[in-house]
T-cell receptor, first 112, second 115 residues
């Protein structure tokens, strides 16, 4: 059974801290790994990773994939209260018509 | 583009009542997904359609749940009869399958409360 495991389940940090969120996966086939941010409403897309070792970056957020060790990390530097959200990791198990497999998410709370 | 549209945004109903949730996917997207999200279980895939055809409904919890997609621009998720444990946020998402890029775009969700 395809599985995505995220850790930690929740995290509370102070503004300005750097956080690392983890996502490990076991899937029969792998095409890509996606990170989503979910605030009060629906998940919104952050990154899609397909190749090992290539960092994707958007402002203070960055992510990297290790296809050998089957994990990805999402880094947020200089956190702000607006970064408070649930961060979801999902894996596309490939073949074009298969759904994403989601982890349970990491709830990040950034306090002033 | 209006994005994925869901209605209603909130619904409060009594146990035993029928609930119908509606979704309009993004135009041109040919895959549609229904998810349920709770604090305890996270985001769970209930069913997904490809080109209006249900592909996998193994996530549908019970026979009380049913989903239809009569055309490319509309889908419904029905719960009959509803129970308190069905209370959750129900998300609809769509994507353009058949391409390498499988990003799913989520609707705003329907928050269902069954009393």
């Amino acid at each position: 059974e395809d599985k995505v495991v995220q850790s930690p389940l929740s995290l509370v940090v102070h503004e300005g801290d750097t956080v690392t969120l983890n996502c490990s996966y076991e899937v029969t086939n792998f095409r890509s790994l996606l990170w989503y941010k979910q605030e009060k409403k629906a998940p919104t897309f952050l990154f899609m990773l397909t190749s090992s070792g290539i960092e994707k970056k958007s402002g203070r957020l960055s992510s990297i994939l290790d296809k050998k060790e089957l994990f990805s990390i999402l880094n947020i530097t200089a956190t702000q209260t607006g970064d408070s959200a649930v961060y979801l990791c999902a894996v596309d198990p490939g073949s074009g018509n298969t759904p994403l497999v989601f982890g349970k998410g990491t709830r990040l709370s950034v306090i002033a | 583009d209006a994005g994925v549209i869901q209605s209603p945004r909130h619904e409060v109903t009594e146990m035993g009542q029928e609930v119908t949730l509606r979704c309009k996917p993004i135009s041109g997207h040919n895959s549609l997904f229904w998810y349920r999200q709770t604090m305890m279980r996270g985001l769970e895939l209930l069913i997904y359609f490809n080109n209006n055809v249900p592909i996998d409904d193994s996530g549908m919890p019970e026979d009380r749940f049913s989903a239809k997609m009569p055309n490319a621009s509309f889908s419904t998720l029905k719960i009959q009869p509803s129970e308190p444990r069905d209370s959750a946020v129900y998300f609809c998402a769509s994507s353009k399958s058949g391409t390498f890029y499988n990003e799913q775009f989520f609707g705003p969700g329907t928050r269902l409360t069954v009393l």
